[in-house]
């Protein structure tokens, strides 16, 4: 079965809410930059049932260049990660 694309995501989520394309796709937009906004200021972002988005500060280590076996000082950083609620591993699972 193929991915999933964006549109097709879109028309789905239309279809289902009775909502209109157009709206959905404000909906989306709206929620994505409230959950990047909510995770540079507060650390998290948590969708019920989903999940939750959280920054991460990495510490510095040491890693390897897989070409040339060079030990080589990989600097500290910050990422973010997506911790897949309880509820959404059982449903899936």
Known sequence: MAKMTK????QALAEKTGMSKKDVVNFVEQLTNLAY???KSN???VLPG???LVKVDRKA???RNPATGAT????AKTVVKFRVAKAAKEAVL
């Open 7 to 10: 549109s097709q995501l879109m």
């Open 37 to 39: 906004d909510e995770v």
């Open 43 to 45: 650390g998290e972002f």
């Open 50 to 52: 989903l999940g939750k």
């Open 61 to 63: 280590r040491e890693g």
């Open 72 to 75: 080589i000082q990989i600097p």
